[in-house]
């Protein structure tokens, strides 16, 4: 099955996209954008991320995201009143 979807002779199933991306140590939603252009095709799927930008992160939030991943890694803490009020002073809001 491996060679097969190594080869292009199989796609991978969409219910298994998020354990293969586990099992491989990678990023679920880049793994899954592939799978459903190996689905779909590119210009489909690139057509759902244009509909549906504006209910995503703006690329100012994603630096925010990825600067806050790169940081915590998995251990990402809840943003709890402590954190949000340590947060408000390092940038100079009222807190």
């Known amino acids: ?6 080869n292009g002779d199989a796609r991978v199933p969409l219910a298994k996209v998020m354990t293969l991306a ?3 140590g990678c990023d679920e939603k ?5 799978v459903l252009k190996s689905w779909f095709g590119s210009e489909f799927v690139n ?3 244009s509909v549906f930008k504006d209910t995503l992160a ?3 939030e994603q630096t925010w995201l990825s600067f806050f991943r790169d940081l915590y890694g998995d251990n990402l803490p809840e943003l709890n009143q402590s954190l949000r009020r340590r947060l408000r002073l390092m940038a100079g809001l009222p807190g």
């Open 1 to 6: 099955m491996i060679n097969a979807l190594a």
């Open 58 to 60: 703006s690329s100012n």
């Open 22 to 24: 586990n099992a491989l």
């Open 30 to 34: 880049q793994l899954f954008v592939l």
């Open 47 to 49: 057509t759902l991320e």
